[in-house]
């Protein structure tokens, strides 16, 4: 286990090893990967109820009488469409509309923000909106330490959940969250999100608390076999309904546009990156996101290149064996104009060729 | 974990089980544990010729990709064409139905290069 010396550890993580829990290093952090079988814990959260530890995740809190102003600067979604107890997902851009990260919005009161980040660019994101707060009245602090958190995903979430407070989690829409809850005695707050393509939520609490609060959502939901889920179905499971993962869909290289998240732009407003995405549009995208399904035997990978009649036009960003719909697929960056369903591709496995198909996703979507 | 006396061991975690002059060869319970959910077996041609360590196919789980190393030189007689459509062999039976091939040795001393059961646990536990 010395390979996980000098790794960071969440709050859960002797609890990880007491379950058997396979570590991993993941982002600078040490991280259960799975416990029993990512096909098993994966259907778990498709099926049932799954418990995650993300206490990785970092936290940036932004206050302060510029903060809207501010974030509507930094980020590329509208803040207006914020109020206090609702989220929303944006990306943080390069000048060049390349993607420093992708993150959640908490609006906490006004002009009182907390951003949700991935554990691997915390440090960055944090230098990142330190260095352009000039001539903005705000405080911001990198408050990551100061949190567990805990995802339950899965269509018996909300059961397992409601067992555990007298709060009314119907009341809490997709996107949204209630802070200072009460969840089996533990104060949380707790987001109706996720990164699953499930129904679900996400719980934030003090990190002396996440191990109890843990113990007591896994007594919770064993009615409903409820499983601890680790980084390995994670990945599976918002690969099938297609969220993109920093580091493999995103990265500097990468813009909003390409990779199909114009949802989360707004052009109404400036922001670090609108010229160059402006730029982007008037001129043509230089590749595209797409999903694909392999028509041939083979598993797509990350970085796999992407070949059409003999010429290389991409490369893979995810692939793997699709638990939910058994079949091989990927995301893959292509040239815009193979970005339609029906188009057909070669993947490169070890130096052959394998045919694939372009398909529409997310892959899976659950029905609601 | 399983470490069947009657088969040998590589360093590559595959098993070897002899038989006069033919070699079963597959992944040892060890190897199955380690990559999890198996999905896919890439296996040789019957036919093809390889020289002890050669990569001789690709083992993918869930998450990664392994090549697996020939314990022996030989030639390929026999493929499991059961893996193509139920890759979980693997895991299931590491030593039984999750067999990979059988090759005709072409120099069974190479045998005596391998590990005993004995051996094999014992180099498991130190790499742990």
Same mark, same amino acid.
């Given at each position: 286990m010395n390979e996980l010396d000098g790794l960071k550890k969440t709050p859960l993580f002797e609890l990880h090893n007491k379950l058997g829990a396979k570590i991993v290093e993941f982002g600078g952090w040490a991280m259960p990967v799975q416990y029993s079988s990512i096909l098993e814990e994966h259907r778990a959260v498709r099926e049932r109820v799954g418990i995650f530890d993300v206490s990785h995740m970092g936290e940036i809190s932004v206050k302060g009488r510029d903060a809207f102003d501010f974030l509507q600067y930094v980020l590329t979604n509208n803040m207006g469409k914020l109020e206090p107890g609702k989220i929303v997902y944006s990306l943080m851009l390069y000048e060049s509309g390349g993607t420093v990260d992708d993150l959640l919005v908490y609006q906490i009161g006004e002009n009182d923000y907390l951003l949700v980040v991935n554990a691997s660019n915390t440090e960055k994101d944090f230098n990142w909106i330190k260095e352009h707060a000039q001539g903005f009245e705000v405080e911001m602090d990198n408050i990551s330490s100061m949190y567990g958190e805990v995802a339950v995903q899965g269509p018996k979430a909300e059961a397992t959940l409601q067992k555990l407070t007298d709060f009314d989690l119907k009341s809490i829409p997709y996107y949204g969250f209630k802070e200072d809850i009460g969840i089996s005695g533990i104060k949380v707050l707790i987001s109706r999100t996720g990164y699953t393509g499930e129904d679900g939520f996400e719980v934030y609490m003090a990190p002396d608390k996440a191990g109890e609060l843990w113990e007591a959502i896994m007594e919770a939901g064993k009615e409903y076999d409820i499983l601890p889920c680790g980084l390995g179905a994670r990945d599976t499971l918002r690969f099938e309904a297609r969220m993109p993962l920093y580091g493999h869909e995103l990265d500097e290289n990468t813009t909003p546009l390409e990779a199909g998240l114009s949802f989360a732009v707004s052009f109404d407003k400036d922001f670090i990156g609108k010229d160059a995405l402006l730029k982007e549009k008037e001129e043509g995208l230089k590749k595209k996101l797409v999903g694909f399904e392999m028509v041939d035997k083979g598993i797509p990978r990350k970085d796999y290149e992407v070949y059409r009649d003999g010429e290389k036009v991409g490369y893979v960003t995810t692939g793997t064996h699709s638990p939910t719909l058994e079949k091989n697929i990927g995301l893959a960056y292509v040239k815009p104009g193979l970005a339609k369903a029906g188009e057909e591709l070669s993947i490169m496995i070890r130096g052959k060729a394998n045919r694939a198909v372009v398909v529409k996703t997310p892959f899976y979507k659950r029905q609601v | 974990m399983n470490f069947p006396d009657d088969l040998l061991y590589s360093e590559d975690h595959e098993w070897l089980r002899v038989e006069g002059n033919r070699g079963i060869i597959g992944i040892t319970d060890y190897a199955q544990e380690e990559l999890g959910d198996v999905v896919f077996v890439e296996l040789p041609s019957v036919g093809e010729e390889f020289k002890a360590g050669d990569n001789f196919g690709v083992v993918e789980s869930v998450k990664s990709v392994s090549d697996m190393y020939i314990p022996v030189s030989g030639r390929v007689v026999e493929i499991n064409e059961d893996l193509d459509g139920a890759p979980e062999l693997v895991n299931e039976d590491p030593y039984g139905k999750g067999w990979m091939i059988v090759v005709e040795m072409t120099?069974? /001393? /190479?045998?005596?290069?391998l590990m005993s059961a004995s051996e094999y646990e014992a180099f498991v536990k130190e790499s742990e």
């Open positions: - | 120099d069974p /001393e /190479e045998t005596s290069d």
